[in-house]
């Protein structure tokens, strides 16, 4: 594969200020491969970085980072997938050094956002998939199993950030689950949870994203009747990012189970007005969830090229790069009920 000079690319100039322009393509550096970007999508943490939220985030940027393509080139002296191998992205590359790295929970290296020390977290620290060439570290990368379409490649990221939800909470066959959140994420984690063999499935959200959930989980419940919920569920897994969303999850479980949450992977949402007895004599493990380590996201593709679930139908709109802003548009407004946008470089 031929890697041109220049290449088309989304670039976040300024707080709130983007355009689509003609950028140098990179050159992979030794541990890192260019990878030809053929699917990625926008999300609602582009839009926190557009704001300019995230301080270790330096505009100019190349934003994305749930995205799939082909490995174009390898850097020099580096040991990575053959060229032309399909690959999905993962975002978090730890350290590899550090106390959390060898626990093998590089989502919380310790030395974020020191690029000089391999740690990269790509489409945050490092130029990300929102370009028609990305270079990843070959420790981000996934091959895409032979039944996984690029497309649904795109979604290598969210479908390990569920996964590892779930497995935060051991999740057993057989018992019942309740995800609180209808986002694109939470969407994953309904799936997932039936293709790990629970029982009911319930998800609990609001409107016409509630609507659009019923056909991947057995029961979905208006986030206004959720009171009923209280005190059944074996697992709660929440995505909302609310601290109204924490509080359904943390009353949903039934007295000895599990909660996790997941929404509120920013600052400033509080801790829900919970009476602390529901907790302790609740006998509850409420568990807090980032990002995906432990490389889960290659088990989530496994589930995914099975067919025991469906990313496809989260995918609700498609654009060429070229259209960059009418796909931005699209998602930020949730136009026409948008869940997950996927622009083609
Ligand atoms: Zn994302
Ligand atoms: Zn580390």
């Not at 993962?90 to 740690?119: A, F, I, K, Q, S």
């Not at 302790?280 to 067919?307: M, T």
């Not at 009418?326 to 948008?338: C, H, I, L, N, Y």
Request: aromatic share 6%; charged share 20%; net charge neutral.
């Amino acid at each position: 594969m031929t890697r041109p000079a220049r290449m088309r690319a989304v670039v976040f100039e300024a707080p709130e200020r983007f355009a689509v322009r003609d950028i140098a393509t990179p050159e992979p550096a030794t541990g890192q491969a260019l990878v030809r970007v053929e699917a990625s999508m926008v999300c609602a943490t582009d839009r926190k970085i557009l704001a300019g939220t995230f301080s270790r985030t330096k505009f100019p940027h190349v934003p994305g980072h749930e995205f799939a393509g082909t490995i174009a080139a390898l850097g020099p002296a580096t040991i990575g997938p053959p060229l032309g191998t399909r690959v999905g992205v993962e975002v978090h590359v730890g350290c590899g050094v550090c106390d959390r790295c060898r626990e093998g929970l590089y989502n919380l290296c310790r030395n974020y956002g020191r690029t000089e020390m391999g740690h990269a977290h790509v489409g945050f620290t490092i130029a990300g998939g929102l370009a028609e060439y990305a270079n990843v570290p070959v420790a981000a990368l996934h091959p895409l199993p032979d039944a996984v379409t690029t497309a649904d490649g795109a979604w290598t990221d969210n479908l390990g950030v569920a996964l590892w939800a779930l497995e935060r909470a051991h999740l057993l066959a057989g018992e019942s689950v309740v995800v609180i959140g209808p986002g694109a994420i939470g969407l994953c984690a309904a799936q997932l949870a039936r293709a790990m063999g629970a029982g009911q499935v319930t998800l609990v959200g609001r409107g016409e994203r509630l609507a659009r959930a019923a056909r991947f989980t057995d029961r979905v419940v208006d986030e206004r009747d959720a009171d009923a919920l209280a005190g059944t569920a074996d697992v709660v897994v929440e995505f909302g990012g609310t601290s109204e969303a924490a509080r359904l999850a943390i009353l949903g479980a039934r007295r000895g189970g599990r909660v996790v949450l997941g929404g509120a992977t920013g600052q400033g949402v509080d801790f829900p007005q919970i009476d602390l007895s529901t907790i302790v004599r609740g006998h509850l493990d409420v568990l807090g969830s980032v990002a995906n380590p432990k490389g889960v996201s290659g088990r989530a593709l496994a589930l995914l090229a099975s067919g025991a679930i469906d990313v496809a139908s989260l995918t609700t709109h498609h654009f060429p790069l070229d259209q960059f802003d009418e796909a931005w548009a699209t998602f930020t407004e949730r136009r026409d009920g948008a869940i997950r946008v996927m622009v083609a470089p």
